[in-house]
């Protein structure tokens, strides 16, 4: 079955624009970030935004590709990975944020902003790298 191109460009315009907003407070200092409430729910609502539009991306894939329905969110990228549709290092990363997503979601009273900071800090090229490779299935 052939892939929703409209909705993969749609959901990686959700990435791009997520990230955009992400790298905007991408300079601030790890202690002005955690003093700074309104930084922190910008940084958790776009973080969850652009891993949901990335396992949308992810679980559309394989279902027409592989017809398959991975069991849990981070299975969806070994899924790729095991298809040779992402290096096996970037299913990874993927794997361990959409375990942190389940965190944002489920456990929203108890998120650790020093690690939503890492995230921003360090993880934003792995959601970058992961565009590229859907653009380059459509």
């Known amino acids: 079955m052939d892939l929703d191109r409209d909705r993969l460009r749609a959901r990686l315009n959700d ?8 790298e905007a407070l ?8 955690l003093a700074d409430e309104d930084s922190q729910d910008i ?7 652009a891993i949901e539009a990335a396992l949308n991306i992810c ?25 040779g549709l ?18 944002l979601v489920h456990l929203y009273w108890d ?3 020093g690690q939503v900071y890492e995230i921003r800090q360090k993880s934003l090229t792995d959601l970058e790298a992961f565009s590229e490779a859907v653009a380059n299935w459509i």
Not at 26 to 33: G, H, L, N, T, Y
Not at 43 to 49: E, G, I, Q, V
Request: hydrophobic share 40%; charged share 30%.
């Open 15 to 22: 990435i791009s624009r997520s990230l955009s907003r992400l």
């Open 26 to 33: 991408r300079s601030m200092r790890c202690e002005d970030f």
């Open 43 to 49: 940084a958790r609502s776009r973080l969850l935004t």
């Open 59 to 83: 679980y559309h894939v394989v279902a027409r590709r592989m017809h398959r329905v991975p069991e849990e969110y981070a299975q969806c990228f070994h899924l790729l990975r095991e298809a």
């Open 86 to 103: 992402i290096p096996s290092e970037l299913a990874e990363r993927l794997a361990t944020m959409a375990r942190f997503r389940n965190r």
């Open 111 to 113: 998120i650790d902003y």
